[in-house]
């Protein structure tokens, strides 16, 4: 165990104090917690990671319809996992899910190996506190987690100085972390300590009168909870643009095309893009000779983590088109294919019927 820390409170009274509020307050009933297996809890953190768990319990649910076990979920492809994860965002998680769900049969039998943390975190998408959660819910031996709910408890209740992205700033959580989590109750205690920071310790403006350690917080004793846990320094998000080139055939199907691996979207299903329009006729009189273009619909913005994107859809119509080329698919929005879709994507595709094209000559 690391050195330990000073403390508002032993370590037996928090585990007390915070039990005793989670067997009264906390969540007992969420879909995962019905049938701990390692799965299950596995599919629900990589989920609940950076997504609020009334967004992610349909998702669950609807996955685990699909990929009851781990072995379906390794024979299925790339894309039906996409399309499960369409408006949950962040993609990675949902390749790097499948990938794992992959190396987990070649390596480990099919079963994942929550008998060694180290194991367990080196699979794709895992880590070391991702790690601490699937060994704690789904057998109950103890580990330690540090998700962002937990971080900023533990930050507002020492009055942890510096944004938790610094080394020396996320050590200190780490052992804070470690030395108060029990030997028993590991699985409570594990869902309370992201209870707590999900309903009670919120970003903004937390509930301190429901708090069962508001009496030894610091940051709530110096009024100062908005401050911890220290913000990201932050940059001024990079503006690009790009053209989404929006071309349909005379059954009103959309042209997609699968975008790499890794990057962007890494994996999805999304229009051309082109960093101008020049770019856009070349390409059309490439693989598509006698597309008739359209006036550009209005632009709108995605915010991503790094940069914001402005995007101009640009319609086009063609009449046929014999071949679309290896790794692009007609889609049809009126009976949409199991694919998975970039958000800003699948909005556009809902949004065709009030931009229905007009070929040239027609009223």
């Not at 879909?31 to 950076?50: A, D, G, N």
């Not at 693989?287 to 709108?300: K, T």
């Not at 046929?320 to 009126?334: A, F, I």
Request: proline content about 8%.
């Amino acid at each position: 165990m690391s050195e330990m820390p000073a403390s508002v409170l032993d370590a037996t009274q928090f585990q007390y104090r915070l039990l005793d509020w989670f067997d009264r307050e906390g969540r007992h009933d969420l879909p995962w917690q019905r049938e701990r297996t390692p799965y299950r809890v596995w599919v629900s953190e990589i989920m609940l990671q950076q997504t609020q768990v009334a967004t992610v319990i349909p998702y669950f649910e609807r996955f685990m319809a699909r990929f009851p076990c781990l072995a379906e979920l390794a024979k299925a492809s790339q894309d039906e996992v996409l399309h499960l994860w369409t408006g949950l965002g962040y993609y990675a998680r949902g390749r790097n899910l499948h990938k794992a769900a992959r190396q987990v049969m070649e390596a480990h039998g099919g079963e994942l190996p929550v008998a060694s943390l180290e194991a367990l975190a080196g699979l794709p998408g895992i880590g070391r506190s991702t790690a601490g959660a699937i060994i704690a819910q789904s057998t109950g031996r103890r580990a330690v987690i540090l998700d962002g709910n937990v971080k900023r408890s533990l930050s507002r209740l020492h009055a942890v100085s510096g944004w938790p992205g610094r080394p020396a700033v996320e050590r200190r959580l780490w052992a804070l972390a470690e030395y108060y989590t029990p030997e028993r109750r590991v699985a409570d205690y594990t869902q309370a300590m992201m209870d707590l920071g999900a309903t009670l310790c919120r970003r903004g403006t937390p509930d301190c009168q429901r708090c069962p350690f508001s009496d030894v917080c610091v940051a709530h004793a110096r009024g100062e909870q908005r401050r911890f846990p220290e913000s990201k320094p932050k940059k001024t998000l990079p503006t690009r643009a790009t053209l989404m080139l929006v071309l349909q055939d005379a059954e009103g199907r959309v042209l997609l095309e699968q975008r790499p691996a890794s990057g962007l979207w890494g994996g999805l299903w999304g229009l051309p893009q082109f960093d101008d329009l020049v770019a856009l006729r070349a390409w059309l009189d490439t693989h598509a000779p006698g597309a008739a273009l359209y006036p550009a619909w209005p632009a709108f913005s995605h915010t991503f983590s790094h940069f914001r994107l402005d995007i101009t859809p640009q319609p086009a119509r063609i009449g046929r088109l014999d071949s679309v080329g290896e790794g692009r698919c007609w889609y049809d929005p009126g009976n949409p294919g199991r694919v998975g879709l970039a958000a800003p994507v699948r909005a556009l595709l809902a949004s065709l019927a009030p931009f229905a094209l007009v070929a040239p000559g027609e009223p």
